[in-house]
């Protein structure tokens, strides 16, 4: 996702890091941004595959960092799909957009 860096103006390709909740700079994962930092640019074409793929990635680490025992998945292809349908909800909410 683009945004532009309120403080120099600068335009940098972001993505959402669910563990500490900010936006991080790609290729820079050492710069992150609360959202009041960024104006985020539209983003005509959405790549919902990619946009999927970064959604599971994060809820699986999210599961491997939260894992004491009491998840209930009996093994990783549980955790998999259990990751993907997440993934697939939020972006059907996505696509809704401003719907209400």
């Not at 104006?39 to 946009?51: V, Y």
């Not at 599971?56 to 292809?77: C, D």
Request: net charge negative; charged share 30%; glycine share 8%.
């Amino acid at each position: 996702m683009k945004a532009r860096i309120k403080n120099t103006g600068e335009i940098v390709d972001v993505y959402f890091d669910y563990f500490y909740g900010l936006w991080v700079v790609k290729g820079n994962p050492d710069i992150k941004y609360a959202s009041c930092g960024l104006e985020f640019l539209e983003e005509k074409d959405i790549d919902w595959e990619e946009r999927r793929y970064e959604i599971a990635k994060a809820m699986m680490a999210a599961f491997e960092r939260h894992n004491n025992n009491v998840s209930g998945f009996k093994n990783s292809t549980q955790q998999a799909q259990f990751a993907l349908e997440c993934a697939d909800a939020l972006i059907a909410e996505l696509k809704k957009g401003g719907e209400k």
